[in-house]
């Protein structure tokens, strides 16, 4: 069984491995035309949504031991507790997809054409602009995910 506090360790160890990855990027490429395209993902960013988790894990104790634990307290509610699990492991994949095209390591599909199949059909229909890159996609699903923990009802610690 997976352990909550291992997660939300690991989610905060991939902010700060992607905060390092964009501070050495644009110390590499001070002009800002000929870094890559990471509008959507930035310091600033990055650095809210890590605090924002964090102040997630002190609401909700979760690396107390013990009876104290948000693993022990979400015992009897195995369906939240896996959604919290699930919330995690989403978090953790956008993060590690977001270092892996920051990169290479992945392409983003917005710039891997060799995968795009269009027939004139779909060339004639409107494109929704809203999410036109991979990264504003991902950006979404971070800030999402961390939402979605905080609307979570969980128990609450218990007063000792």
Not at 118 to 145: F, P, W
Request: net charge negative.
């Amino acid at each position: 069984m997976t352990n909550i506090a291992d997660r939300v360790s690991t989610c905060i160890d991939k902010f700060k491995a992607l905060r390092k990855i964009l501070s050495r990027q644009a110390d590499e490429t001070p002009d800002k035309n000929s870094q890559r395209n990471t509008s959507n993902i930035s310091l600033p960013m990055l650095q809210k949504e890590q605090e924002r988790l964090e102040d997630w894990n002190k609401k909700f104790v979760v690396y107390e031991e013990g009876e104290k634990s948000l693993d022990d307290r979400l015992e009897n509610a195995p369906r939240i507790r896996d959604q919290v699990v699930g919330l995690l492991r989403n978090l953790e994949k956008s993060l590690q997809d977001t270092a892996d095209i920051l990169t290479g390591k992945l392409i983003p599909w917005d710039q891997d054409l060799s995968q795009v199949e269009m027939s004139d059909e779909d060339l004639d229909g409107e494109i929704d602009g809203s999410e036109t890159t991979e990264l504003s996609q991902i950006r979404r699903h971070i800030v999402g995910n961390i939402d979605y923990l905080f609307r979570l009802d969980l128990v609450r610690p218990r007063a000792t």
